[in-house]
């Protein structure tokens, strides 16, 4: 189920079950994991993307592997908080995904989630090549990170 509030997707999680943040490219999906008392979210992977099943069956085994209860979407808005073209698309592989996937999805605005991202990856002195290694999956641990602070708080 695909909820656009927080909230309702609280509802929805069950206890001591992880949650997973995706950060949705044009080329790749950025993935971090919550553990299971939902407190930290950690970067884990970077998933080249394909076609969208071949998308979809890796983070559906990825997901049921990690025993993953529901799913945060970065939200790409504009700067004005208005919806474009990749916040469309990112709403239909929501859509989509859902028919693939049994837990509750939500939505978390992105904005500037990279832009933190790669200043932290400066902050620690990481090489240019390892930065666009890992940039997406620190993206989504970002996205995921202010999503679970926002569950703590319901």
């Excluded at 990749?86 to 978390?108: D, H, K, V, Y």
């Excluded at 990279?114 to 390892?130: G, H």
């Amino acid at each position: 189920m695909i909820h656009e509030a927080i909230t309702g997707f609280a509802k929805d999680l069950l206890p001591m079950r992880a949650v997973a943040g995706l950060d949705l490219g044009t080329k790749t999906i950025g993935v971090a994991v919550s553990d299971r008392m939902r407190s930290v979210a950690t970067p884990l992977e970077t998933i080249r993307r394909k076609k969208f099943t071949e998308d979809a069956a890796r983070l559906c085994a990825l997901l049921d592997a990690r025993e993953i209860g529901g799913l945060v979407l970065g939200l790409p808005r504009n700067m004005d908080g208005s919806e474009g073209p990749r916040c469309q698309s990112t709403r239909a592989f929501a859509r989509n995904f859902a028919a693939q996937w049994e837990g509750p999805i939500t939505f978390w605005d992105e904005r500037l989630s990279t832009v933190a991202a790669e200043k932290a990856l400066l902050e620690a002195d990481t090489t240019r090549k390892r930065r666009a290694e890992v940039i997406d999956h620190v993206a989504a641990a970002y996205i995921l990170q202010g999503a679970l602070d926002r569950l703590r708080l319901l």
